[in-house]
């Protein structure tokens, strides 16, 4: 990971207005906050990366959207990262916290260490209020046993439930009369309720005495200046190619100039690049070749070019100290900072910017990476976008083929790259289309295809069915016209175009390669597959005592069930076969409630599962043995999944005994085409 240099170096008025106020809310709750942490960590200077990091990604995320995760989510998350590195003695206080679940774990943190309530945490976690609830009451049993305070006392189980919310001093009037009714006559209820009392009052006193060192926050505003002085120092320079030519080559030249045809030409022999190759040719960007270096690491922005459907940044990131390749990520590290004066705010559709191949590029510098970043469409026929990167994301190869691969741990450099990119708005041209037809069954419309110079977007519908199955998802192959074809992106496919209209409509838009440069009068548009859910419930009865494995018949298909465990929550180990024929890829569950005791509502959930990869004629793929898009329609089916039930009002074990199918996910091929004239 690349370090800024240190030093002292003035800092910027836009950065103090900006910081300011996120480092006071630091500031402001620093003990809170450090007792958070004293959960996951134990080193002073984690502490102060922790800090350090938290107020970089908050002053980042806020930039980019307009509602923003909280200081304090975002300051768990970072907990969560480093927590395993990070544990501390037995005699450390905050050592019973390490016994914990995970999500028990930050539900008691947050609430008794950061000073949340439940609403406030049901929000940060994004999980129900009784699920909260639920976590609090299992983390304070366990603590409760680990600090050795009555762990064998128990009160009654349907008022364990209130524990919480009377010692919190939450309840309603009615409900605690009741409950201290119920407490004044119940002596187990009395113990267990003082001993879940004095695990909170314990804790309680433990963030309170809770203080953060004096020094760190000064360490880390010091951090923080350093990094923005090093994006202020930004050094930008065009590269100038001069080109001599002599005697005859000086008429081309001038003709050059005059037909528009020197600079396709020119592009032809010095642009690897065929995407940007083209859109210089033909005039609709420039060079710009603009740099900055922080750290060794160079970043150039080579072009940019602004439509109605993106703004195509073209960049190249160079590693001068070592062989990594680094990459840009939209989602981590970069910042538009006049993004609500140049840029769509209300864009729904966004194109994924993956990694390209840099063989393609004839790229095989091991310490250059040359691709593009997709932004949103820019909403000002001209201007300067300012481009903020302080995190650039390391590309993971296989050492073997050189090729990127998914997955390993995510690694990357942290600077400060500024540009100032200059950009003029390239005309599209919308076509009105309005096709109705029936795609497996359900009624389709294509509405509208935008043809600009980064790619064509074709705007369609489909109908929504719910009584007997829906469409969840529909691909398209490619838009055809004599001899050419233009293939759909596979990461721009599914984008959201709009609400649902009084007809039950959803508006959906798809990505293809531009057919900008050829202008075809006469298209087929050529359909993929429909992601389809069907309705089709079925009962699975679930017998804890019955011997397993037990098997049950889904359409037509065997269903094993392997393993029962009981608990909170409870865990049902399902086994699908897998024949050549097999109709579903995965099934879908409904909430489950017990019939007997109507106060009791259970939740589920698939904790995990695995499957397998099978194309139209049964052969089957294991993991990284195939590559996908030389395979002839390829299916995933589940093969194994962990169903688990969770009990919502309590810590009390479930047992279920009942699952039951609501339907089934099922991907068809569809050899479906529709002619369009494009006037």
Request: contains cysteine.
């Given at each position: 990971?690349?370090?800024?240099e240190t ?7 836009t950065?103090e207005?900006e ?7 630091f500031?402001e709750e ?10 996951y960590?134990?080193?002073?200077q984690?502490m102060?990366d922790?800090?350090?990091?938290s107020i970089?990604?908050l ?8 509602k923003?995760?909280t200081a ?8 969560q ?8 003695s037995?005699?450390?206080p905050?050592h ?6 995970a999500a028990?774990k ?6 008794y ?10 929000r ?7 699920e909260?609830k639920?976590?609090?009451f ?5 603590l409760?046993e680990?600090?050795?305070?009555d762990?064998?006392v128990?009160?009654?189980h349907e008022?364990?439930?209130y ?6 001093r939450?309840?309603?009037r009615p409900?605690?009369?009741?409950f ?10 009395q ?5 879940f ?10 963030a ?29 320079k065009?590269?100038?190619i001069?080109?001599?030519f ?16 020197f600079?396709?030409?020119y592009?032809?022999?010095t ?10 040719q033909h ?10 270096e ?5 970043v150039?922005?080579?072009s940019?070019?602004?439509d109605d459907v ?17 990459m840009?990520?939209?989602?981590e ?9 140049v840029?769509?705010?209300d864009?729904q559709?966004s194109f994924?910017?993956p990694p390209?191949?840099?063989e393609?590029?004839?790229?095989d510098k091991k310490?250059?990476?040359?691709g ?9 026929d ?5 481009l ?12 073997s083929?050189?090729e990127?691969?998914?997955?390993g ?18 005309p599209?041209?919308?076509h ?7 795609v ?11 043809i600009a ?10 109908q929504e ?11 398209f192959?490619?838009?055809e016209s004599k001899?050419?074809?233009?293939k ?9 175009g ?6 039950g409509w959803?508006?959906?838009?798809t ?10 009068k ?9 992601h ?16 397993l494995p ?5 359409l037509?298909?065997t ?10 929550p409870?865990?049902v180990?399902l086994?699908h076969d897998?024949?050549?024929?097999r ?5 879908n569950?409904?909430?489950?409630r017990?019939?007997e ?9 698939v904790s ?10 049964g ?20 093969t ?7 009990n ?24 479906d085409?529709?002619k369009?004239k494009l006037?």
């Amino acid at each position: 990971m690349a370090k800024l240099e240190t030093g002292t170096m003035p800092v910027s008025r836009t950065y103090e207005r900006e910081m300011e106020s996120i480092i006071a809310r630091f500031e402001e709750e620093k003990h809170s906050f450090y007792a958070l942490g004293r959960v996951y960590m134990n080193h002073h200077q984690e502490m102060e990366d922790l800090f350090y990091r938290s107020i970089i990604r908050l002053e980042d995320e806020a930039r980019k959207r307009k509602k923003a995760p909280t200081a304090t989510k975002i300051f768990l998350e970072e907990c969560q990262k480093v927590s395993e590195q990070s544990l501390g003695s037995d005699e450390d206080p905050f050592h019973p916290f390490h016994q914990l679940g995970a999500a028990d774990k930050e539900a008691v943190a947050l609430v008794y260490m950061k000073g949340c309530d439940q609403q406030e945490v049901a929000r940060i976690l994004d999980i129900p209020i009784d699920e909260v609830k639920s976590r609090l009451f299992r983390g304070i049993r366990k603590l409760r046993e680990m600090m050795g305070k009555d762990p064998e006392v128990e009160g009654c189980h349907e008022y364990q439930k209130y524990y919480l919310d009377y010692l919190g001093r939450t309840m309603d009037r009615p409900e605690k009369v009741d409950f201290e009714i119920h407490i004044y006559h119940c002596t187990d209820c009395q113990e267990d309720l003082a001993s879940f009392q004095e695990v909170t009052l314990a804790l309680a006193e433990l963030a309170e005495e809770t203080h953060l060192p004096a020094d760190v926050m000064e360490r880390v505003r010091n951090r923080l200046d350093q990094r923005e002085a090093q994006r202020q120092k930004r050094r930008k320079k065009r590269k100038s190619i001069l080109l001599s030519f002599a005697g005859v080559f000086v008429l081309l030249i001038v003709t050059g100039f005059i037909t528009g045809g020197f600079a396709s030409l020119y592009y032809s022999y010095t642009e690897d690049d065929e995407q940007l190759r083209a859109i210089l040719q033909h005039n609709l960007g420039e060079r710009l070749d603009l740099e900055s270096e922080s750290d060794g690491v160079k970043v150039t922005i080579k072009s940019v070019v602004a439509d109605d459907v993106q703004t195509l940044v073209f960049y190249e990131v160079e590693d001068m100290k070592g062989g990594n390749r680094y990459m840009m990520n939209p989602y981590e590290g970069v910042i538009i900072e006049n993004e609500y004066d140049v840029m769509k705010r209300d864009e729904q559709s966004s194109f994924y910017s993956p990694p390209r191949d840099q063989e393609n590029l004839h790229n095989d510098k091991k310490n250059v990476y040359r691709g593009t970043i997709s932004l949103q469409p820019v909403s000002v026929d001209e201007g300067t976008i300012k481009l903020q990167i302080v995190r650039l994301m390391q590309l993971n190869e296989d050492p073997s083929t050189g090729e990127w691969i998914g997955g390993g741990e995510m690694r990357f450099a942290e600077g400060g790259w500024s540009f100032e990119i200059p950009f003029e708005k390239q005309p599209s041209r919308v076509h009105k289309l309005d096709k109705k037809m029936e795609v497996a069954g359900i009624p389709v419309r294509l509405d509208q295809m935008t043809i600009a110079p980064t790619a064509t977007v074709l705007e369609y519908s489909f109908q929504e069915q719910e009584k007997d199955g829906r469409i969840d998802m529909m691909t398209f192959e490619s838009i055809e016209s004599k001899d050419k074809k233009w293939k759909a992106d596979q990461f721009g496919g599914m984008m959201y175009g709009g609400a649902s209209d009084n007809e039950g409509w959803n508006s959906f838009k798809t990505a293809f390669d531009t057919l900008y440069f050829d202008d075809p009068k006469n298209v087929t548009i050529r359909f993929g597959a429909a992601h389809l859910f069907v309705k089709d419930q079925q009962v699975i009865e679930l017998d804890v005592n019955k011997e397993l494995p037990d098997t049950i018949e889904y359409l037509g298909n065997t269903i094993t069930i392997d393993d029962i465990k009981i608990g909170s929550p409870t865990q049902v180990t399902l086994t699908h076969d897998l024949p050549k024929d097999r109709e579903y890829e995965n099934v879908n569950y409904l909430y489950y409630r017990t019939a007997e005791e109507e106060e009791d509502y259970y939740s589920i959930g698939v904790s995990g599962g695995d499957g397998i990869l099978m194309d139209k004629d049964g052969k089957k793929y294991e993991p990284g043995s195939y590559e996908y898009e030389k395979l002839d329609q390829p299916r995933y089916f589940e093969t194994e999944q962990t169903i688990d039930f969770y009990n919502d009002g309590s810590s009390d074990d479930v047992v279920p005994t009942e699952l039951i199918i609501d339907g089934y996910s099922t991907t068809k091929y569809l050899d479906d085409s529709v002619k369009v004239k494009l006037d």
